[in-house]
């Protein structure tokens, strides 16, 4: 945890946990509250909702905001996720922007941790006969600009990219790779791809960073298309010094008193929890990799991410690479 930037870290004790709602097939099942009426597939609410009950999807936009929480949560750590929450419902007193698309607290073992929610900005740009859509309303700055003067902690805005059109002009070498055990690439193959989708993400990422009125301020942009996985490209939330303390009684309020309409979304799966048991059950000793973490960048604020194809030992492997403000860091 950012023990760096909060001092203290406030806690508080979860009195409930959302329920796990799983379908016929065994899926799982978020209730999804929405302002509006859903009335077509890629309506904003219903991206909001897809981008957040989709693990690995939110996966990618989340430690791309918070790669320090990502990476130093423990073993029975994650986030309590909701959408479309009236910014109201947390401080009577507030109006502007009217609705907070993603609200997520994070939690660990059974404790709530207001002090460290982030609140996200989510504007849907849409592609049509290849050419980028104008982002809409200035691009998110100024509700984005509004949260962090009203004290959350961690804010953040994200455009998200959707589009249908077909990907059938290959113009691009790229590196194909194949995912084995554990990051390790079982092959890397040259392949000539169409690069329409990556292009836009990149040109809107510049945008965003190249507009953005202040560097505290999370930002991401991701491609979407209900059935793939986009890495995101972003930049990691700064810790809010000006955060309303009166705001997380608040944050912690309607979490208590709304549970049913978070998601539960843990750090680590329930098989990996199982197999870290048992290896700490055998050796308490052992370093696990949120304690190394926490170790390596204590003090330090990961700026941003990227993921590469690395050789180490002969092996070709993905790998994360961290940049603080002074260094950057190889995770493999």
């Avoid at 479309?84 to 607290?105: A, H, N, T, W, Y």
């Avoid at 040259?190 to 930002?219: H, K, M, Q």
């Amino acid at each position: 945890m950012e023990k760096r930037a909060l001092g203290n870290i406030s806690k508080k004790k979860l009195l409930h946990r959302p329920h796990r709602y799983v379908d016929n097939a065994g899926h799982r099942i978020m209730l999804a509250p929405v302002s509006r009426r859903i009335k077509r597939k890629w309506d904003e609410e219903s991206i909001v909702a897809n981008i957040i009950a989709n693990m690995k999807v939110f996966g990618q936009w989340y430690s791309a905001l918070n790669p320090n929480l990502y990476l130093e949560s423990g073993l029975h750590s994650g986030v309590m996720v909701t959408m479309s929450v009236p910014i109201q419902k947390l401080e009577r007193e507030l109006s502007f922007p009217g609705d907070i698309d993603i609200l997520v607290i994070p939690y660990e073992d059974d404790y709530l941790i207001p002090s460290l929610t982030t609140v996200v900005e989510i504007k849907i740009l849409r592609a049509e006969k290849r050419r980028l859509g104008k982002s809409p309303n200035h691009f998110g700055f100024s509700q984005a600009s509004a949260l962090l003067r009203h004290g959350f902690p961690y804010v953040a805005l994200g455009h998200v990219i959707v589009t249908d059109d077909v990907r059938d002009e290959p113009n691009r070498e790229m590196l194909f790779a194949k995912a084995g055990h554990q990051e390790s690439i079982t092959s890397l193959t040259p392949i000539v791809e169409d690069a329409f989708e990556i292009d836009l993400c990149s040109r809107t990422y510049g945008r965003l960073a190249n507009n953005t009125p202040n560097d505290d301020i999370g930002l991401f942009a991701m491609n979407f298309d209900g059935s793939r996985v986009f890495e995101a490209l972003g930049k990691a939330c700064k810790f809010n010094p000006d955060y309303d303390s009166k705001l997380l009684y608040g944050i912690q309020e309607f979490y208590e008193e709304n549970t049913d309409i978070f998601i539960e979304i843990p750090r680590y799966s329930d098989k990996e929890i199982e197999e870290w048991e048992r290896q700490l059950s055998n050796n308490p000793g052992r370093l696990t990799p949120w304690k190394l973490s926490r170790r390596i960048f204590a003090g330090k604020w990961i700026r941003s991410v990227e993921t590469s194809a690395v050789t180490i030992n002969g092996q070709q492997r993905l790998a994360n690479i961290y940049h603080t403000d002074d260094d950057s860091y190889l995770y493999y």
